[in-house]
């Protein structure tokens, strides 16, 4: 067997990597985010592998490999049979027997997987469709989006949904009293005991937006005892024209989206995170690759079309078209 001397360094990013003109047939194992090569080898790998060596996570990003990890087709330089990224914790793992390996359980694998939601809209082809459930990081697109999460703010109040005090990060300065006062009056609720266990903190900079989330929100948690949250509009601070720093608006986005995702499932709450449009693809794949479930909202005029694009409950080929009978706001 090789020495770890033996196991070559891989250059960090995959477009290096395409400028090799003379090699071998190989497989390259790398995260589709952020482009970082992880692995290099003649060999297939079983991708557990790749995901046990890195400790689950994009060293670069951070992002959840069960997510991210990708493998093409890539020239292997002539005499190399494996390289890996310096950041690999134990290379001579990749070589061992699939019998030979511990494999631990893949995040989201603890997750319950029956069908009926812990948590409901009163709509009955959106609540079928969602499965909306504490443990899960939720990431909702469109403009009736946060009309949804409004509604469900409400509705976690309510004793035979989770019971839950809410906590709202307003990073759009979305946030509607008089539609929360609606929701209250249609389900009969106590006005003023649901408007106590509602938290609202408003975030006006990007920078104020990580902060809420990453520094203040388990706090927040712990101190109201919620087990259900909402980032409204989350892309919009970080797109805002007035930063100045692009990349690392990005780096602490995917920080704080990938925050989101461990505390939804560490915590065994629901985490919801709405946008109202898709301003940065780079975010929106974050988003998509990160949360549990994702799905898009579109306003008909008569209806509103529900497009589920990941769910670990349902898998699919294609994304899942639902429409419903009329607009969410129909439903206020």
């Known amino acids: 067997m090789e020495t770890r001397r033996a196991v070559d360094p891989l250059q960090p990013k995959t477009w290096q990597l395409d400028q090799i003109e003379n090699g071998n047939q190989g497989y390259l194992y790398h995260c589709m985010l952020c482009d970082e090569a992880l692995v290099l080898s003649k060999d297939q790998i079983n991708p557990r592998k790749i995901k046990l060596v890195f400790d689950g996570t994009c060293p670069s990003c951070g992002f959840e490999l069960d997510m991210v990890l990708s493998c093409r087709a890539s020239l292997l330089p002539a005499g190399r049979r494996l390289l890996t990224s310096l950041k690999c914790r134990d290379p001579e793992l990749l070589r061992k027997r699939d019998d030979q390996i511990e494999y631990q359980p893949r995040r989201g694998s603890t997750l319950a997987r029956d069908l009926q939601p812990g948590i409901t809209t009163g709509i009955e082809s959106l609540d079928k469709a969602l499965i909306l459930k504490k443990g899960q990081f939720v990431f909702l697109e469109g403009e009736p989006s946060h ?81 259900f949250a909402v980032v409204s509009d989350i892309t919009a601070l970080f797109c805002d024209p007035d930063v100045r720093e692009k990349k690392e608006a990005l780096d602490i986005f995917r920080q704080s989206v990938q925050f989101l995702g461990k505390t939804a ?62 607009t969410l706001l129909g439903y206020q």
């Not at 549990?292 to 349902?314: C, E, M, N, W």
């Open 265 to 326: 499932e560490q915590r065994n709450m629901l985490i919801i995170a709405t946008n109202q449009k898709a301003r940065n693809k780079t975010m929106t794949d974050a988003l998509m690759h990160t949360a549990h479930v994702s799905a898009r909202l579109k306003d008909k005029g008569a209806y509103t079309q529900l497009i589920i694009a990941r769910h670990p409950f349902t898998p699919q080929k294609d994304d899942e078209v639902v429409t419903l009978d009329k």
């Open 147 to 227: 009309a949804l999460s409004l509604l469900l703010c409400v509705r976690a109040t309510h004793p035979q949904g989770l019971d839950s005090d809410v906590v709202f990060i307003d990073a759009g300065n979305l946030f509607d009293t008089y539609t929360i006062s609606q929701h209250i009056v249609n389900l009969g609720l106590e006005s003023g005991r649901v408007q106590q266990r509602i938290h609202l903190s408003r975030a006006f900079t990007h920078h104020q937006v990580h902060s809420l989330i990453v520094e203040k929100l388990i706090a927040a948690l712990d101190e109201y005892g919620a087990r």
